[in-house]
């Protein structure tokens, strides 16, 4: 089973970028999507942003044109590079992955602070 590890979360200012990454241990090309989730405290997991393996992308309202999500296929890297931070942008950030055989993988989450 490919494993699905987040990392780059941290502290960072209100109007800040940040960038975070997602490491699968096996190939993504397996994943017919992958995308990135966040669930802040109180509230439920909810979408942020979608890759498909055909270079579809979608986006939460909340996040468009500030938050970009790419993948890297040879060195199985999803990345989720957010700009212009808001402090309602504080949540753990969780990697997904989207296959048809094993159904949906996600990782650990990683928690992004920004403060105002």
């Known amino acids: 089973q490919v494993q699905l590890v987040e990392s780059g979360g941290g502290l960072v200012q209100a109007g800040g970028p940040l960038r975070l990454s997602c490491a699968a241990s096996?190939?993504?090309?397996?994943?017919?999507?992958m995308g990135w989730y966040r669930q802040a405290p109180g509230k439920q997991r909810e979408f942020v942003a979608t890759?498909?393996?055909?270079?579809?992308?979608n986006y939460a309202d909340s996040v468009k044109g500030r938050f970009s999500i790419s993948r890297d296929n040879p060195t199985n890297m999803v990345y989720l590079q957010m700009n212009s931070l808001k402090p309602e942008d504080t949540a753990v950030y969780y990697c997904?992955?989207?296959?048809?055989?094993?159904?949906?993988?996600w990782g650990q989450g990683t928690q992004v602070t920004v403060s105002s």
């Open positions: 096996g190939s993504i090309l397996r994943f017919y999507a």
């Open positions: 890759l498909t393996s055909t270079g579809s992308t």
């Open positions: 997904r992955g989207d296959d048809r055989l094993t159904g949906t993988k």
